[in-house]
């Protein structure tokens, strides 16, 4: 009995997906549990699983092009049996496998530099030295015009008074436009193809800033342990090859003050706060096509080693597009850090159903008043989101504090 290979949804959020490459081909023998091949779906790539056996009878989308979920791409069957009666085998729900091409607008012809006149030079004499009398020079001087271009009517041809007054009364021709270099030939522009991965972020950026009421908590806090603290924990991690970041000291930071905090560690319905008794943090780690959270699961039970060797992990495989669907959901609470990037405060979008997301500047030396004397100290800012159907303005703030608190106090966090 045939069997339809269809587009099938490879992670919760997925609704269609972009067949990166078929591993197996038509005529090829088939047994289930075959891999058939890769989907690249809004998370990660992969791979396609044979939910019969037979043959590869028909191969229904090009590789490159997409299909919405539930489509049927391909049709496994035994050599010999008809499948004429499976009609319209993804045939028309796919898209172009093309349309990932670059489209081309072209380019105005560059209109043709326009011709100048260019008037006569006077005769210069062998010597090289215009004939002009002092007057003459000084008025050509004045009036912004070469003597060396004036025909002089005086004896010998000397330049004289009136013959620089007609030079400067006459009509100059317009000063040539500079040359630039043409345009290179080709297309103005180029269409690059939307991800699964951009389509995904697209669709929850929507749900997110219009529906969800957030407003936004900044605070700074003085990183002066908290750059100590990093410096010791990592001689401490140096012989087993592991290296904390300040970030992987923030994310445990939150996940503790989440763990007392529970009314941010939620989410809203419609009819309930769900308030969780474990804490996921996910970490925004940018990737190629855009961004995508890998999750740190029960991550204020975890120590800074641990945290720092599980992000890696998790940001690599992000990169790789090789994340697990588990990898990747059920955050309660997400990060942001663009402090790399040298920014030192944002804002940023919170992900539902989350209550909430901290994003995190960059550490910066600054003048601060120290006993009413100003010192250098590093700074650092951070500002969060708040869904205020979950967070009040004060529960946030709290919140806020406490995060602010373990960070100036790393030990405390320990405790």
């Not at 140096?238 to 970041?245: C, L, R, T, V």
Request: aromatic content about 4%; glycine content about 8%.
């Amino acid at each position: 009995m045939a069997t339809k290979v269809h587009m099938e949804a490879l992670s919760p959020t997925m609704e269609e997906g972009q067949l990166v490459r078929w591993l197996k081909k038509e005529g090829d023998a088939i047994a289930e549990g075959d891999i058939l091949a890769e989907i690249e779906t809004d998370k990660a790539t992969m791979e396609l699983v044979a939910r019969g056996s037979g043959v590869l009878r028909r191969v229904a989308l090009a590789e490159g092009a997409t299909a919405p979920v539930g489509t049927v791409i391909g049709v496994i069957a035994a050599a010999d049996e008809d499948i004429a009666g499976i009609v319209g085998a993804g045939a028309g729900t796919a898209s172009d496998a093309g349309a990932g091409r670059a489209q081309a607008g072209s380019a105005p012809a560059a209109p043709p530099a326009a011709a100048v006149a260019v008037p006569a030079s006077a005769p210069v004499p062998p010597s090289g030295r215009v004939k002009a009398s002092p007057l003459a020079r000084r008025m050509a001087v004045d009036a912004g015009v070469a003597i060396e271009g004036i025909a002089g009517s005086g004896p010998g041809g000397r330049v004289v008074k009136r013959d620089v007054e007609a030079a400067a009364a006459a009509p100059r021709p317009a000063a040539a436009a500079p040359a630039f270099a043409a345009a290179a030939p080709g297309p103005e522009f180029e269409d690059v193809p939307v991800s699964q991965m951009r389509k995904t972020i697209a669709k929850r950026l929507v749900t997110s800033v219009g529906p969800v009421p957030t407003f936004f908590l900044t605070t700074e806090i003085d990183a002066t342990r908290l750059l100590a603290a990093r410096e010791t924990v990592n001689r401490k991690l140096e012989a087993d090859g592991i290296k904390a970041s300040i970030n992987d000291f923030i994310l445990k930071a939150v996940a503790v003050a989440l763990a007392r905090h529970p009314e941010v560690n939620a989410q809203w319905s419609d009819t309930v706060i769900r308030r969780f008794r474990r804490v996921h943090i996910g970490v925004a780690v940018a990737v190629e096509d855009g961004l995508i959270t890998p999750v740190v699961k029960d991550a204020d039970r975890k120590g800074i080693a641990q945290i720092a060797v599980e992000v890696r992990e998790l940001a690599a495989r992000g990169r790789e597009k090789k994340l697990q669907p588990d990898e990747y959901t059920g955050a309660t609470f997400s990060i942001s850090n663009l402090g790399m990037f040298g920014i030192d405060e944002f804002t940023a979008i919170i992900n539902p159903p989350e209550s909430g997301i901290l994003a995190v500047g960059q550490v910066a030396d600054k003048v601060v008043a120290d006993n009413g004397q100003p010192v250098v100290r590093p700074r650092m800012r951070m500002t969060m989101s708040c869904d205020h159907r979950v967070v009040d303005g004060a529960t946030g703030a709290r919140f806020l504090r406490t995060v602010r608190e373990y960070l100036e106090e790393p030990a405390m966090m320990l405790v």
